[in-house]
C-alpha cells in the first residue's frame, strides 16, 4: 500500500491551498485517512481525519478554515485550507489506516510529507 500525497508550497497569509493524499496497492478497506502536521521544533500534531462514512475532526486551530473530504472510490482524501496563517506553517503527513483484505486488521500507513509554508 502506497499513499501519494499532492499539493502544498508557499502561499501568501490569507490565501488557500489544497493537498490531497490517494491510496494505491493491495486494499480491502480504508478505514480513517486524514493529515498530521509538523511544523519547525513542534511535534506532529492532528490536524483533521475523515472516517469512512464522513465523519470528521478537527483540531481547534483549524476548525472553521480547513476541510476535509474523501472519495471512497477514488480512495483519495482532500484537505481545503483556507485562511491560512503563518503558524499552519508545517510539513503534512497524511496517512491512511488500511486493511489489505477482508478479515486482516487495520494498519496505518503513510504518505510522503508535503510542505506548506504560509509567508506574511
Known amino acids: 500500500v502506497q499513499l501519494q500525497a499532492f499539493g502544498g508550497g508557499l502561499v501568501q497569509v490569507g490565501e488557500s491551498v489544497s493537498l490531497s493524499c490517494a491510496a494505491s496497492?493491495?486494499?480491502?478497506?480504508?478505514?480513517?485517512m486524514g493529515w498530521y502536521r509538523q511544523g519547525p521544533g513542534k511535534q506532529r500534531d492532528l490536524v483533521a481525519r475523515?472516517?469512512?462514512?464522513?465523519?470528521?475532526n478537527y483540531a481547534d486551530s483549524v476548525k472553521g478554515r480547513f476541510t476535509i473530504s474523501r472519495d471512497n472510490a477514488k480512495n483519495t482524501a482532500y484537505l481545503q485550507m483556507n485562511s491560512l496563517k503563518p503558524e499552519d506553517t508545517a510539513v503534512y503527513y497524511c496517512?491512511?489506516?488500511?486493511?489489505?483484505?477482508?478479515?486482516?486488521?487495520?494498519?496505518?500507513?503513510w504518505g510522503q510529507g508535503t510542505q506548506v509554508t504560509v509567508s506574511s
Open positions: 475523515i472516517s469512512r462514512g464522513g465523519r470528521t
Open positions: 496517512y491512511g489506516n488500511v486493511a489489505q483484505n477482508w478479515g486482516d486488521s487495520y494498519a496505518t500507513y
Open positions: 496497492g493491495r486494499i480491502f478497506s480504508i478505514n480513517d
